[in-house]
């Protein structure tokens, strides 16, 4: 089973997408609501979820609705976004989601590239691509199985690279876990075999 990559239906520590499904679900079947509303859906998590549900409303994507008859802020949902902002503590966009939403996208529209092409094709005057940022994100969609090796690396020359067709698995970049393995986002699985994973965060 040498170099087989295996995917694992797991759910990762309590994150942006969990989080963001709660304040939808719940927004959904009540159009205004508390905060309680949805952390009591999370068995847990509910400090993590208010420090994103913060975030969320820096952002503008959530805002208060005025007072429950019990006092209590009310909010509603004003930008029903199909997946889960990913915020800095200022409600501004997650520098390292950002990033590698970018070199997603670039990995989908270039047929061969370099780490080095990477950076110059992902990177835009908002996001500048640093050569390690590649480099290190590369390594480990490769190793996760997501790339065909055109060329290996060399003294002075770079490795080639290209997307496998199937592994194009969606709009989303897949995201980088603390243990440096990666999760699939459109998929919804860990791309390696180890399960204990949390998200990292900004």
């Known amino acids: 089973m040498s170099g087989v990559v295996q995917t694992i239906q797991i759910e990762p520590a309590p994150g942006p997408d969990r989080f963001w499904q709660a304040v939808r679900d719940v ?30 409303v820096l952002a503008g994507y959530v805002k208060s609705a005025g ?19 990913r915020l800095d503590k200022n409600g501004k966009p997650a520098r390292a989601a950002l990033v590698q939403d970018h070199m997603w996208r670039a990995m ?15 990177s835009r005057d908002e996001v500048v691509i640093a050569y390690h940022s590649a480099q290190t994100y590369v390594k480990l969609l490769r190793d996760a199985g997501y790339l065909h090796v055109w060329r290996e690396a060399a ?5 080639i690279y290209s997307l496998k067709p199937d592994m194009e698995t969606g709009p989303r970049a897949p995201t980088v876990l603390s243990g440096r393995m990666v999760f699939d986002l459109n998929r919804g699985c860990i791309m390696t075999k180890t399960v204990v994973a949390r998200e990292v965060r900004s």
């Open 67 to 85: 007072m429950s008859a019990s006092r209590a802020v009310q909010y509603q949902v004003v930008r029903p976004e199909r997946f889960a902002p």
């Open 27 to 56: 927004a959904d079947a009540r159009g205004v609501f508390e905060v309680k509303d949805v952390s009591d859906t999370l068995n847990g998590s509910r400090s993590t979820f208010a420090d994103y549900f913060r975030r969320l």
């Open 108 to 122: 989908k529209m270039v047929k061969r590239w370099s780490a080095r092409d990477l950076c110059r094709h992902a």
């Open 155 to 159: 003294p002075s020359i770079e490795a």
